[in-house]
């Protein structure tokens, strides 16, 4: 029996990766030898895999994430750290996601905040959902932006529709009343749908004060740091001497 017509068929369909192992098992003995049942379910993991990997390094691409190889596996969790490894478990099975909790990361410069982040959205990207990794201060500009040229609430749309948002160095330079209200809107449109990791040199205890305006202040904070898992971050910076880079 030609095999060949069913292979040009495979990759009409789009099937390409069936039909590379298809191909493969013609010029492997031992498995032209093997069962039918055997034979194809190799040919459906291979697409099975290829499509998985394929929608990985989309949704990688899509999330930007300032450190690409984080991960998860690689956070050291020992007690001088600060960093619980009961809820970091938790934190790495992605329950904070399917929650729609917010992961608030705080500790000095150089102590792995944004790597925290990045490893905890590249696990949320493995498990299938959408990330995307902002600073704090070119989400503003970049609201600013949307704002002058008529796209802002496409901007949000776009942004409330992701599952799991980075916002990394909150709290550096000041915040004018534009940024406070674009970051209202962001976190009101994502509270109890989505879930945000917040980094910040800041204690959350301070968050309050920083960003100035009372009631938007009031209201930020509401939706954000009572609904969420807080680490705080101890020890000497990271930034040297160590596998897991620093923020």
């Given at each position: 029996?030609?095999?060949?017509?069913?292979?040009?068929?495979?990759?009409?369909?789009?099937?390409?990766?069936?039909?590379?192992?298809?191909?493969?098992?013609?010029?492997?003995?031992?498995?032209?030898?093997?069962?039918?049942?055997?034979?194809?379910?190799?040919?459906?993991?291979?697409?099975?895999?290829?499509?998985?990997?394929?929608?990985?390094?989309?949704?990688?691409?899509?999330?930007?994430?300032?450190?690409?190889?984080?991960?998860?596996?690689?956070?050291?969790?020992?007690?001088?750290?600060?960093?619980?490894?009961?809820?970091?478990?938790?934190?790495?099975?992605?329950?904070?996601?399917?929650?729609?909790?917010?992961?608030?990361?705080?500790?000095?410069?150089?102590?792995?905040?944004?790597?925290?982040?990045?490893?905890?959205?590249h696990q949320a990207c493995r498990?299938?959902?959408?990330?995307?990794?902002?600073?704090?201060?070119?989400?503003?500009?970049?609201?600013?932006?949307?704002?002058?040229?008529?796209?802002?609430?496409?901007?949000?749309?776009?942004?409330?529709?992701?599952?799991?948002?980075?916002?990394?160095?909150?709290?550096?330079?000041?915040?004018?009343?534009?940024?406070?209200?674009?970051?209202?809107?962001?976190?009101?449109?994502?509270?109890?749908?989505?879930?945000?990791?917040?980094?910040?040199?800041?204690?959350?205890?301070?968050?309050?004060?920083?960003?100035?305006?009372?009631?938007?202040?009031?209201?930020?904070?509401?939706?954000?740091?009572?609904?969420?898992?807080?680490?705080?971050?101890?020890?000497?910076?990271?930034?040297?001497?160590?596998?897991?880079?620093a923020s």
């Amino acid at each position: 029996m030609l095999i060949e017509p069913t292979i040009e068929k495979l990759k009409e369909l789009g099937l390409h990766a069936m039909a590379e192992t298809l191909t493969e098992q013609q010029k492997q003995a031992t498995t032209t030898t093997a069962s039918f049942e055997d034979r194809f379910g190799l040919i459906v993991d291979a697409e099975w895999l290829f499509r998985r990997n394929t929608r990985l390094r989309r949704r990688m691409t899509e999330a930007k994430l300032r450190v690409s190889d984080a991960c998860t596996e690689n956070v050291d969790t020992s007690p001088a750290r600060g960093l619980d490894k009961a809820v970091w478990l938790r934190l790495a099975a992605c329950t904070f996601v399917d929650e729609h909790h917010q992961v608030l990361v705080t500790g000095l410069t150089g102590t792995g905040k944004t790597y925290l982040a990045c490893a905890l959205a590249h696990q949320a990207c493995r498990r299938g959902h959408r990330a995307l990794y902002r600073r704090a201060s070119r989400l503003y500009e970049a609201l600013a932006v949307a704002r002058a040229d008529g796209t802002y609430a496409r901007v949000l749309a776009q942004l409330a529709k992701i599952d799991v948002l980075v916002l990394d160095d909150f709290g550096l330079g000041g915040m004018r009343e534009v940024d406070r209200q674009s970051l209202f809107d962001v976190l009101e449109d994502r509270h109890g749908n989505r879930s945000t990791i917040i980094t910040s040199q800041l204690p959350t205890k301070a968050w309050h004060e920083y960003i100035g305006e009372p009631t938007i202040a009031d209201s930020i904070c509401d939706r954000v740091i009572h609904n969420a898992y807080k680490v705080e971050l101890k020890g000497p910076s990271r930034r040297k001497g160590t596998d897991e880079k620093a923020s």
